[in-house]
């Protein structure tokens, strides 16, 4: 399998961190590819220092394209505290993935941030799994 990690960039390579005048979340993202799935890990990097960075539903898309993934597991156990703006972004790529004909599972949400999610009503067609291996089955390349 293939991983990388992106933190604080835009797609085009731009660092998204700067003068420290506007507090946005800043999500790091690790990258990795397995056989039939891309699996975006992500993780909590603290306060983004400027608010010019790519929103993270963009960065996410950028990444599955460039990816060429039809079938995506969001991994969030390293998300301490969900908000609405990642509600949001996890809910876009959903919308987007499956508009492509491909799909998004969710994994590893706390149980707060899984009654959350849920409560929210924005991401009501995503599943949520315990874990990576639950999300994709006994096989990397189990059928959805």
């Not at 999300?135 to 059928?143: D, K, L, S, Y």
Request: glycine share 14%; charged share 25%; with cysteine.
């Amino acid at each position: 399998m293939h991983a990388s990690h992106v933190s604080g960039t835009s797609p085009t390579g731009r660092s998204t961190r700067g003068s420290g005048l506007h507090h946005a979340h800043d999500w790091g993202v690790a990258v990795e590819r397995g056989p039939d799935w891309l699996f975006l890990r992500l993780q909590d990097d603290g306060d983004a220092a400027d608010g010019d960075g790519c929103p993270l539903a963009e960065r996410l898309w950028g990444m599955i394209r460039a990816n060429r993934a039809h079938r995506v597991v969001l991994e969030l156990d390293r998300v301490d505290a969900i908000d609405d703006t990642l509600i949001g972004a996890i809910a876009d790529v959903g919308t987007r993935m499956h508009g492509d004909g491909g799909f998004v599972r969710v994994c590893g949400l706390s149980e707060p941030n899984l009654e959350r999610l849920r409560s929210s009503g924005r991401a009501e067609g995503l599943p949520h799994f315990e874990s990576r291996t639950a999300a994709v089955g006994p096989r990397c390349g189990a059928a959805p």
